[in-house]
């Protein structure tokens, strides 16, 4: 079970909540929902309401051409990647990629954009694959905005805890402390507390949000989430193939409450399993020069 949050992790959520120009949720995201609730076969209209974002529409370029995203043929232009992928698989590629790119701050010191989006792409891309390859096809949607969303608090302590940020990341260099345990001394929280904070004042499926705040041990939650499981595995896949792994996951070991979760019959036939990755994930990280 998680621990019970601190004077200093309320303290920390409390500033947090009552920051006036936290991010909401993209107007693109709305755009697509209520088309689909109500144009859910219009094509042309959802490659207008996407196509205004140029940023948006590379971002869902590159996913689409990603190999572990799995299409067979390579997707050049917005209009033939929603006929090719389905408007419910681009409206998960929009929600995923906005809310990521709607919490993107200005350059901040010590938090390379460009490695974030890389890890996050790959765990995204990786647990919607891992869910098809392991029969979870249901909730392939889901694993992948999970997974691309599972360190949005690490965006949000940059962007709205600047100076504590700084602060984690000097004491993590000088102490050789883990991520999480400087967190934790310095906010009261880490950035699946404050990931999970956002996504639930967004009022996003309970699902999601405890993929947020659980993602790096997953046993700690005291119920079943596939979801939640798949986005552990495929964020440690990173780290043990040394491809795509963002340096706050320095500390991450594997939960082994995962392996019967997803229904390996041993360690062994799970890091089988896990070994098929290797080539693929440097494929995929090889081609995420935006």
Do not use: C
């Not at 019970?4 to 909401?24: A, Q, V």
């Amino acid at each position: 079970m998680a621990q019970e949050l601190s004077e200093l992790g309320k303290k920390t959520l409390d500033e947090f909540s009552n920051i006036k120009n936290l991010p909401t949720i993209p107007k693109v995201v709305l755009e697509v929902n209520e088309m689909l609730r109500t144009h859910s076969g219009d094509i042309a209209r959802l490659t207008e309401i996407v196509g205004k974002d140029q940023g948006l529409t590379t971002k869902i370029l590159a996913v689409a051409n990603s190999p572990l995203y799995g299409l067979p043929r390579n997707v050049s232009s917005l209009e033939f990647g929603i006929m090719l992928l389905g408007i419910g698989e681009i409206s998960n590629i929009v929600t995923a990629l906005s809310l990521a790119s709607v919490v993107k701050g200005d350059n901040v010191e010590n938090f390379d954009y460009m490695e974030f989006w890389t890890h996050s792409m790959l765990v995204g891309t990786a647990s919607k694959d891992i869910a098809k390859r392991l029969g979870f096809h249901e909730i392939a949607g889901d694993a992948f905005v999970a997974g691309m969303l599972h360190d949005i608090g690490i965006q949000l302590t940059a962007r709205y805890f600047p100076e504590q940020f700084e602060r984690i990341i000097e004491i993590v260099k000088n102490k050789s402390v883990s991520y999480y345990k400087a967190e934790m001394a310095i906010l009261g929280v880490t950035h699946e507390d404050i990931g999970h904070f956002l996504i639930t004042k967004w009022n996003l499926p309970n699902n999601l949000a405890e993929v947020l705040k659980y993602h790096h041990k997953p046993s700690d939650l005291d119920k079943e989430n596939v979801t939640l499981n798949i986005v552990h595995l495929a964020d440690l896949m990173t780290k043990l193939f040394d491809i795509g792994n963002f340096v706050w996951d320095a500390g991450i070991e594997l939960d082994e409450s995962v392996i019967s979760s997803l229904n390996f019959s041993d360690k062994q036939e799970m890091d089988e399993f896990v070994e098929e990755y290797f080539e693929i994930f440097q494929d995929t990280a090889d081609g995420m020069k935006l």
